[in-house]
């Protein structure tokens, strides 16, 4: 192996170590103590306000043939999960983040392993409700009855009366990797949001740029300096845009835009609703 091989090898181990320390908490203790001050900027960066209570009746979005990552159904799951007791439901929550994963992977092996640390967040809520379920059904209950992780709030409440819940050291609970998922897709609600805008002065910078920025005004300031210089070569071999409109399956920033705005706007009322029922419940700063 040549020395430029050893070197990129040396670039993606650094980098799988920086990401898993982000999104698993280590690293950075700063990032509990900057939350607060985070969650208070969110008003700021919010793209639709909370006003989000009329129902997209427009038509859903074309499945583009021959894809891995549909926005057609990240779409679909994102209005799928909220539900009328401003509640949102998991599973077409988790299969938004699953829609979600895919996009990344699309983006580039350095882009793959954020999304990478994600997918295992995924897999430990769906296993903790699997876990549930089983135990459930081995106490014979009815199995009419729903379960601790049908919804957002359900599993707040359901792990909080269990204990499962720490507010002063790090646990597995659903809640506490519920609160990473929720920062991350605050990240790439606004990276797509970026792509969206049809202004030249936008138009006129790349998908790396647009994505650097989106990062740095949601995540960055609570990272370390490591964690932040990981990001970056993340962002730097990122495509352009004529690869993002062969992803969602259209040809000019128009359609991009029309689809993307869509996106968006359904994820900030799964956000809005994450955000208050943890805040509701002191959750925005578990370690």
């Known amino acids: 192996m040549g020395v430029r091989g050893r070197a990129t090898l040396a670039v993606l181990f650094i980098t799988t170590f920086l990401f898993s320390s982000w999104l698993y908490g280590g690293l950075d203790h700063c990032w509990d103590y900057c939350l607060n001050n985070f969650i208070k900027k969110d008003q700021s960066i919010s793209l639709y306000g909370s006003n989000t209570s009329s129902e997209d009746v427009t038509p ?29 439901l998991l599973n077409p929550y988790l299969a938004s983040w699953d829609e979600l994963i895919k996009f990344m992977e699309s983006l580039g092996p350095m882009v793959g392993i954020i999304s990478q640390e994600i997918e295992t967040k995924t897999s430990i809520i769906r296993k903790l409700a699997q ?12 199995s009419a009855s729903s379960g601790a992780y ?38 790439l609600q606004l990276f797509l949001h970026n792509l969206a805008e049809e202004k030249r002065e936008m138009m006129a910078r790349s998908p790396s740029e647009l994505c650097r920025e989106a990062y740095r005004l949601t995540l960055a300031e609570h990272h370390s300096w490591w964690v932040k210089k990981a990001a970056e070569l993340a962002f730097v071999a990122m495509p352009d845009r004529q690869f993002f409109y062969k992803l969602m399956c259209v040809r000019t920033q128009a359609e991009a835009a029309a689809s993307l705005n869509r996106v968006v706007k359904a994820i900030q009322k799964v956000y809005d609703r994450t955000q208050l029922a943890l805040a509701e419940h002191d959750m925005l700063a578990l370690p």
């Open 131 to 142: 876990k549930e379920e089983e135990e459930r059904n081995q106490r014979a209950q009815d």
């Open 150 to 187: 049908v919804s957002v709030r359900s599993m707040i409440v359901s792990e909080l009366e269990q204990g499962l819940v720490n507010f002063d050291q790090l646990t597995e609970s659903g809640c506490r990797t519920l609160l990473r998922l929720h920062r991350a897709l605050l990240w």
């Open 60 to 88: 859903p979005l074309e499945v583009c043939p021959g894809q891995k990552f549909q926005i057609a159904y990240l779409l679909m799951h994102l209005q799928d999960a909220p539900v009328s007791t401003n509640d949102v």
